[in-house]
């Protein structure tokens, strides 16, 4: 789901979270960094704490094995992908 409003630039985004539905199918967020480095920021942290169990950055070249999942403390957790 793509938050309408999201504002994005060369090094950061902003969320527009008020226009999230209330939807408890929704688990966490997934977004990339412009760098190969697939790990959170200290924004990154502060948006997890705040938004769901599960979240995913990817990193450029933005290939099968540039991501990493974290759990709401920004611990990094197994996550496997399925077809």
Known sequence: MLLPGTISGDSSAIFQFHMMPVDLSIVGTI????????????ADTALFERHGRVHIITGKPYGKDDWNAFDHRSR????????
């Open 76 to 83: 990094k957790i197994p996550m496997e992908v399925v077809d």
């Open 31 to 42: 977004h990339s960094h412009p760098s190969p480095v697939p790990y959170p920021s200290a």
